[in-house]
């Protein structure tokens, strides 16, 4: 049942951001560097809002790739990483997935509600 109401908040939490255009540089200077390019920040726009729909789609595998690529772009951005994991724990590979949110975690310090997101993957993926 606990699995079941945290697979529907994730789900939910998905669909709520997939709704908003999420900017890619959220309060960077507080937690990693900025985009500098504008071409660079559109382009890691494009690929979250492309890895968001593909997981509201429940086509996991083929988010992870579009994260991947959004992390050779900026590294240092939680965001990607949080989506990364949240990916890996619908595959159920909890080893990824804690791997994952612990470097969302590395980077969102400073982002309070990305830290809760963070902690309750964190637990679900060592349950």
Known sequence: MAAKTLLIFLL?????TACSTPSPVVHTDQYHEK?????TAKALNGLQLKA????NQLKFEESILYLQRAIKIEPRNPLNWHYLAQNYWHLKDFSNC???VQRAISYSQFNED???ANNTLLKQCEG
């Open 52 to 55: 968001l729909k593909l997981m």
């Open 12 to 16: 939910t939490a998905i669909f709520l």
């Open 114 to 116: 990305l830290n809760k």
């Open 35 to 39: 985009t500098e390019n504008k071409s």
């Open 98 to 100: 804690r791997a994952m």
